[in-house]
Nanobody, 121 residues
Framework: QVQLVESGGGLVQPGGSLRLSCVAS????????MGWHRQAPGKERELVAI???????VYVDSVKGRFTISRDNAKNTVSLQMNSLKPEDTAVYYC???????????????WGQGTQVTVSS
């Protein structure tokens, strides 16, 4: 019933910007955290940024100062503003949420399908 859908990926030149968005749909009781992971070919999936309720956002060191995560709790959305993009940012970016569905008793981890970000000249 709960689904995460990402949008905003694409091809951009080094130094350019992209904004990724993710919407969590379905009947949701509460959301503990929403964030973004990425996975490049041949590499393991890594945390990029995450916002946990009541806490400051957390970023992987390689994107600090360039990426900004934001949440709209009323709309169950999370966005990732990516500036000064580098070729090493090329990856599939996945939205992630830790949330409790309305008809379940405990929190569960959900993933979106992913959106491709390619940074190349």
């Amino acid at each position: 019933q709960v689904q995460l859908v990402e949008s905003g990926g694409g091809l951009v030149q080094p130094g350019g910007s992209l904004r990724l968005s993710c919407v969590a749909s379905g009947k949701i009781r509460s959301i503990n955290a929403m964030g973004w992971h990425r996975q490049a070919p041949g590499k393991e999936r890594e945390l990029v940024a995450i916002m946990t309720s009541g806490r400051s956002p957390v970023y992987v060191d390689s994107v600090k100062g360039r990426f900004t995560i934001s949440r709209d709790n009323a709309k169950n959305t999370v966005s990732l503003q990516m500036n000064s993009l580098k070729p090493e940012d090329t990856a599939v970016y996945y939205c992630n949420a830790l949330l409790t569905p309305y008809y379940n008793s405990g929190a569960r981890n959900y993933w979106g399908q992913g959106t491709q970000v390619t940074v190349s000249s």
